[in-house]
């Protein structure tokens, strides 16, 4: 399999070598890099650097050094091309079939290049005597005198010189063969539309440094130099046919990504004139689009983006998303347009897309989430951003599945990310971010606003519409019902309703031991159950936590499925009277406090209890064992469980 080094460095660029290495290995952050003992050669004292920004690691003790790459070849002892197809699906990247087919699939055929005029020789006829020589004025760009040197660069009508970028940014094979084959070669050649794209997008970035309007355009809008350059901002000319005039050979192509259209009465014009440009660039970093902004609000469409294409499908592709990997953004945030994206980034939030002029889809949230579990959504604090959310909230739903959460950022009336982070800056941002409500919070906050909670008709009729919602969640796992007693819980219609009496509650940080924390996480909310279940080998079946996972296993499809019910049904199976009336006054003693309101922060809140707990069981047995077998198998599991939680404090 031949992988060109441009897929390869696409690679490298996505892959967290930090987050590669310390899920194999402990690393230990010091400075900007992080340290550990080196694992291709003994050592006492950590001479082993990883170097995130960079991508490499070193190792000063036995100098072995290299990337993603080289780093699982020698750890694991893979080959080449076994590593690039694992960290090939790590990335989202999908490795090239068959070059030869893609080149096909995206090719278009070049026109021949203009044959320059080159006059016959011809013997000069003297003027009849009597006759006066006549004197007939070419224009400039028809002029050939016998003279002339027929590769002149050519001229305008008006005289000026005008060199073709065709003849810059193409092969000049044309000029090259001097024979009559030379046309028949140079129409049959055949074009690339990933790389007539770049070329454009190179035009249009050469057109911005000679347009003053569009440079002052941007400065107002609050972008410098360095955003323009870094976003390859650009400019298209107000001539109909620009792209024309200077890509004469590549129309066919050109009208192929729909930048060149032809009018009814069957002349082509250019799509995008007298626009700022916003090049697109596609997962691998490819242009595979531009959108167009009007200098002036007047200008109707505000925005021109070019239309769905072979290689442009917008459903698939969000702006900013590209640059944002290569940032190695870490908190990622949905907007609305190209120049909030830009705003944010100059601002140092790198993490910010959009959408390309169409609605947020399951494909654009399942694609961010493949960055990180958690999403913020940002929309307009007016009527229509209010109906976008809740638009958001409904397609969202499918795609939560268990470890994802989706946090929905409602902005200040009149503002959007663009003049909002102008306003409070980077600071001011991020704290509006982190306080951006859950989907539970707004989901629960938005129907109470349209009904009456207060009569038990309104309780009811909310918990009908939230069952419509909710119904729409993913079957497995457990968020669907987490949610479900969530709302119950809220609406005072499930245990965690206390008396009024009963206010000075325990806390359920305040909980004695890992094991009370994770019964009482078990007893109110099952759906837990089956994070827990890997516990079951581990777990003492005297203890009342041990008991509960036992008798949860046993009911199996017994369990009802309304957790309360569950809840009542686990108590009547208990075997112990005594044992299960403590149960009920800690139950009713402790606050579960956010974790009711927020069901999302459960499912993490679980992960690390499991993860304790089976460090703490492995290091009991691991006392308790002489068998040296078995004490290197407990050691080893212990050491995966570290390496786990290193990870998880790194991600925090």
């Known amino acids: 399999m031949a992988i060109p080094q441009h897929t390869i460095d696409q690679i490298l660029d996505r892959i967290d070598l930090v987050e590669l290495i310390g899920s194999?290995?402990?690393?230990?952050?010091?400075?900007?890099?992080?340290?550990?003992?080196?694992?291709?050669?003994?050592?006492?004292?950590?001479?082993?650097?990883?170097?995130?920004?960079?991508?490499?690691?070193h190792c000063f003790g036995c100098h072995a050094h290299g990337n993603a790459i080289g780093f699982l070849m020698e750890y694991e002892n893979r080959n080449f091309i076994d590593v690039i197809k694992d960290?090939?699906?790590?990335?989202?990247?999908?490795?090239?079939?068959?070059?030869?087919?893609?080149?096909?699939?995206?090719?278009?055929?070049?026109?021949?290049?203009?044959?320059?005029?080159?006059?016959?020789?011809?013997?000069?006829?003297?003027?009849?005597?009597?006759?006066?020589?006549?004197?007939?004025?070419?224009?400039?760009?028809?002029?050939?005198?016998?003279?002339?040197?027929?590769?002149?660069?050519?001229?305008?009508v008006d005289g000026t010189a005008h060199l073709m970028l065709d003849d810059i940014w193409h092969d000049s094979t044309s000029q090259d063969v001097p024979?009559?084959?030379?046309?028949?070669?140079?129409?049959?050649?055949?074009?690339?539309?990933?790389?007539?794209?770049?070329?454009?997008?190179?035009?249009?970035?050469?057109?911005?440094?000679?347009?003053?309007?569009?440079?002052?355009?941007?400065?107002?809008?609050?972008?410098?130099?360095?955003?323009?350059?870094?976003?390859?901002?650009?400019?298209?000319?107000?001539?109909?046919?620009?792209?024309?005039?200077?890509?004469?050979?590549?129309?066919?192509?050109?009208?192929?990504?729909?930048?060149?259209?032809?009018?009814e009465k069957g002349r082509a014009y250019d799509l995008l004139r007298d626009r700022v440009i916003f090049p697109i660039r596609d997962a691998k970093g490819r242009v595979v689009g531009f959108g167009g902004r009007a200098m002036s609000d007047d200008i109707k469409p505000k925005y021109i983006n070019s239309p769905e294409s072979i290689i442009f499908h917008k459903s698939e592709i969000l702006y900013g998303l590209y640059e944002g990997r290569k940032a190695r953004a870490t908190q990622?945030?949905?907007?609305?347009?190209?120049?909030?994206?830009?705003?944010?980034?100059?601002?140092?939030?790198?993490?910010?897309?959009?959408?390309?002029g169409t609605a947020t889809n399951v494909e654009h949230l399942n694609t961010l989430f493949k960055q990180s579990n958690k999403i913020t959504l940002a929309f307009d604090g007016d009527a229509a951003g209010q109906r976008a959310a809740w638009r958001t909230l409904?397609?969202?739903?499918?795609?939560?599945?268990?470890?994802?959460?989706?946090?929905?950022?409602?902005?200040?009336?009149?503002?959007?990310?663009?003049?909002?982070?102008?306003?409070?800056?980077?600071?001011?941002?991020?704290?509006?971010?982190?306080?951006?409500?859950?989907?539970?919070?707004?989901?629960?906050?938005?129907?109470?606003?349209?009904?009456?909670?207060?009569?038990?008709?309104?309780?009811?009729?909310?918990?009908?519409?939230?069952?419509?919602?909710?119904?729409?969640?993913?079957?497995?796992?457990?968020?669907?019902?987490?949610?479900?007693?969530?709302?119950?819980?809220r609406l005072g219609l499930g245990w965690n309703k206390k008396p009024a009496a009963q206010q000075q509650l325990l806390s359920f940080e305040q909980s004695s031991s890992l094991e009370e924390k994770a019964l009482l996480l078990l007893l109110q909310y099952p759906a837990l159950f089956n994070q827990m279940s890997g516990l079951l080998e581990l777990v003492d079946a005297n203890h009342a936590f041990g008991r509960a996972l036992y008798l949860m296993?046993?009911?199996?499809?017994?369990?009802?499925?309304?957790?309360?019910?569950?809840?009542?049904?686990?108590?009547?199976?208990?075997?112990?009277?005594?044992?299960?009336?403590?149960?009920?006054?800690?139950?009713?003693?402790?606050?579960?406090?956010?974790?009711?309101?927020q069901p999302e922060r459960l499912d993490g809140l679980c992960q690390e209890l499991v993860m304790q707990l089976t460090e703490q069981y492995l290091r009991k047995k691991l006392n308790l064992s002489g068998s040296i077998q078995v004490r290197q198998q407990l050691k080893n599991q212990l050491l995966e469980i570290r390496k786990k939680q290193s990870f998880r404090e790194d991600i925090v």
């Not at 203009?114 to 006829?125: D, G, I, M, N, T």
């Not at 046309?183 to 007539?196: I, Q, V």
């Not at 107000?238 to 005039?245: A, I």
């Not at 994206?341 to 959009?354: C, D, K, N, R, S």
């Open 332 to 356: 990622w945030l949905m907007v609305e347009g190209y120049m909030d994206v830009i705003a944010l980034q100059q601002a140092g939030l790198a993490g910010a897309v959009a959408s390309l």
């Open 179 to 263: 024979n009559d084959d030379m046309a028949n070669n140079a129409s049959s050649k055949e074009g690339n539309l990933y790389d007539l794209l770049e070329q454009v997008a190179q035009f249009y970035q050469q057109q911005l440094a000679k347009n003053s309007a569009a440079q002052a355009y941007l400065t107002s809008r609050g972008l410098d130099e360095k955003a323009c350059e870094f976003w390859r901002l650009g400019y298209a000319p107000s001539d109909w046919q620009h792209l024309q005039q200077h890509f004469s050979r590549d129309i066919e192509g050109l009208k192929t990504v729909g930048l060149i259209r032809d009018s």
């Open 24 to 57: 194999r290995i402990k690393l230990k952050k010091s400075g900007k890099t992080y340290t550990a003992c080196c694992p291709f050669h003994q050592e006492k004292s950590p001479s082993f650097n990883v170097d995130r920004n960079k991508g490499f690691y």
């Open 394 to 489: 409904e397609l969202a739903l499918p795609a939560l599945t268990d470890g994802r959460e989706l946090r929905f950022l409602v902005l200040p009336e009149q503002h959007d990310p663009d003049s909002l982070i102008r306003l409070e800056g980077l600071s001011g941002i991020r704290r509006r971010i982190e306080q951006a409500p859950p989907l539970s919070d707004f989901l629960f906050e938005s129907l109470a606003q349209q009904i009456d909670i207060k009569t038990p008709e309104g309780k009811s009729r909310l918990m009908q519409e939230a069952r419509s919602l909710t119904a729409l969640l993913p079957a497995k796992g457990s968020f669907k019902r987490l949610l479900e007693q969530s709302l119950r819980d």
């Open 553 to 597: 296993q046993q009911a199996d499809e017994e369990l009802p499925d309304d957790p309360e019910q569950c809840l009542y049904f686990m108590l009547g199976a208990w075997p112990n009277e005594q044992e299960r009336n403590k149960l009920c006054h800690l139950l009713d003693a402790v606050d579960m406090g956010v974790y009711v309101q």
């Open 87 to 156: 960290l090939a699906q790590q990335a989202g990247i999908e490795l090239p079939k068959n070059s030869q087919d893609d080149n096909n699939k995206f090719s278009y055929k070049r026109s021949a290049a203009p044959k320059p005029a080159v006059p016959a020789a011809k013997k000069p006829v003297a003027p009849q005597a009597g006759t006066p020589a006549r004197n007939i004025k070419t224009p400039a760009s028809h002029q050939a005198a016998s003279d002339s040197d027929p590769f002149d660069i050519p001229t305008d």
